[in-house]
């Protein structure tokens, strides 16, 4: 599961990343710009992630980026909290993607913070290696 361990991987980079520039001046138009695109791609490889996990386990055809998490807790694999934040994620990784709007510095900054409840997606990925 080579293809596994790399998404893993991509998810984890972009988290840490946004951890570290988060903790800088957000209102740095470098840093703020470098912090979405960090942001962005931690929910993208997340994305990602659970579309290999369901498609692996067989849980369903997915329409929507939000319909993969919603398998993933039907199966249990995330618990409720998981997939509210993470729906939360994907509306704003849509903010970012599709700029119906700009998207603020507070946003942004809950956008980093929420990005730790991939962790609970990550770990239950790792149990398909086994």
Same mark, same amino acid.
């Not at 988290?15 to 791609?41: G, H, I, P, S």
């Not at 579309?51 to 329409?63: D, H, I, M, Q, T």
């Given at each position: 599961?080579?293809?596994?361990?790399?998404?893993?991987?991509?998810?984890?980079?972009?988290?840490?990343?946004? /951890?570290?520039?988060?903790?800088? =001046?957000?209102?740095?138009?470098?840093?703020?710009?470098?912090?979405? &695109?960090?942001?962005?791609?931690?929910?993208?490889?997340?994305?990602?992630?659970?579309?290999?996990?369901?498609?692996? /386990?067989?849980?369903?055809?997915?329409? *929507?980026? @939000?319909?993969?998490?919603?398998?993933?807790?039907? =199966?249990?694999?995330?618990?409720? @909290?998981?997939?509210?934040?993470?729906?939360?994620?994907?509306? &704003?990784?849509?903010?970012?993607?599709?700029?119906?709007? *700009?998207?603020?510095?507070?946003?942004? @900054?809950? &956008?980093?913070?929420?990005?730790?409840?991939? =962790?609970?997606?990550?770990?239950?990925?790792?149990?398909?290696?086994?």
């Amino acid at each position: 599961m080579i293809r596994l361990a790399s998404i893993i991987s991509r998810v984890e980079r972009h988290k840490e990343k946004a /951890k570290e520039l988060v903790k800088r =001046d957000t209102l740095d138009y470098l840093v703020f710009n470098a912090l979405a &695109m960090e942001c962005f791609q931690a929910v993208n490889s997340a994305i990602e992630l659970g579309e290999l996990v369901v498609s692996e /386990k067989n849980l369903g055809f997915p329409a *929507t980026y @939000r319909e993969i998490f919603e398998l993933l807790y039907k =199966d249990k694999m995330i618990g409720e @909290r998981t997939l509210k934040e993470v729906k939360r994620l994907i509306f &704003m990784r849509n903010l970012i993607a599709h700029e119906y709007y *700009t998207i603020r510095e507070g946003e942004l @900054r809950e &956008m980093a913070e929420l990005l730790a409840c991939l =962790d609970e997606l990550i770990e239950g990925a790792k149990g398909l290696r086994r």
